[in-house]
């Protein structure tokens, strides 16, 4: 395999207020978790929202936000966004956003990060009413763990649900080396209630072609070393600026 090689992000992105905007430059297939624009779709725009993780109501109850996909149209309105956008929330601060390249010649990847983990939790844990009760408690407050990988591969469609799967695999594995504890069993954490991954690629026709994308693949050793790197940092953002508990 090619040497793998570090540097810093490439992709226009810039930071307003609370906002983080990733353009795309031209429409690039996508397909995310996300709250707004989720699945696969064509798309110029990522956002990355950060709400207040603490706001209450003026009786002191935790704040339910309504509708997360229409308050994502309307930050993509706010900013005069034209092109389709896919959103996504979180409550950390962008102060503490992460990014990093990777590249193997002729591919490269890109991820941007924000790293929360106040809603911690063990993939399987939630299987009685009690537990659920409590994840529903515990994801009042949105910490969580937002993957934005862009690269400029044409993958196909099976290699895009790859690519999910091994930036999930790259999570997991900091997660548990750095002992983040489950807010539900104390146990260790796989993720959070609501972590969302988008993976933005070359449409067909343009970039390398890549069919596969797995952890024995070029394609996928760049994400796990750039997922790797941005959660592990990520991490020590937020430890520092006691945004989650941690043992």
């Given at each position: ?20 905007i ?88 890109e ?9 911690a ?58 002992g ?22 070359s ?28 959660v ?16």
């Amino acid at each position: 395999m090619a040497d793998i090689i570090a540097g810093s992000v490439r992709t226009d992105y810039r930071v307003v207020d609370r906002t983080l905007i990733v353009d795309l430059g031209g429409r690039r297939r996508v397909l995310s978790s996300a709250p707004q624009g989720g699945g696969v779709a064509l798309v110029s725009y990522v956002l990355n929202h950060q709400v207040d993780g603490h706001d209450v109501t003026p009786n002191g109850h935790p704040r339910r936000f309504g509708d997360p996909a229409r308050c994502l149209r309307q930050v993509a309105a706010r900013y005069g966004l034209k092109g389709t956008t896919v959103g996504l929330m979180t409550a950390v601060p962008m102060t503490q956003l992460v990014t990093a390249r990777y590249e193997a010649e002729p591919l490269w990847i890109e991820c941007f990060a924000t790293v929360g983990v106040t809603n911690a939790v063990r993939a399987g844990e939630v299987g009685t009413k009690r537990a659920a009760r409590q994840a529903e408690l515990v994801s009042m407050v949105p910490g969580t763990i937002n993957l934005i990988l862009l690269t400029n591969g044409n993958l196909s469609t099976a290699a895009m649900v790859g690519a999910v799967q091994v930036a999930t695999e790259a999570k997991t594995a900091v997660l548990l080396e750095a002992g983040v504890p489950s807010m539900l069993s104390g146990s260790s954490a796989t993720g959070t209630g609501t972590d969302v991954v988008v993976i933005a690629c070359s449409r067909k026709g343009e970039g390398p072609f890549c069919r596969y994308s797995g952890t024995h693949t070029v394609l996928g050793a760049l994400i796990g070393q750039a997922v790797t790197y941005c959660v592990s940092a990520g991490l020590r953002k937020g430890k520092r600026g006691s945004m989650f508990p941690h043992r």
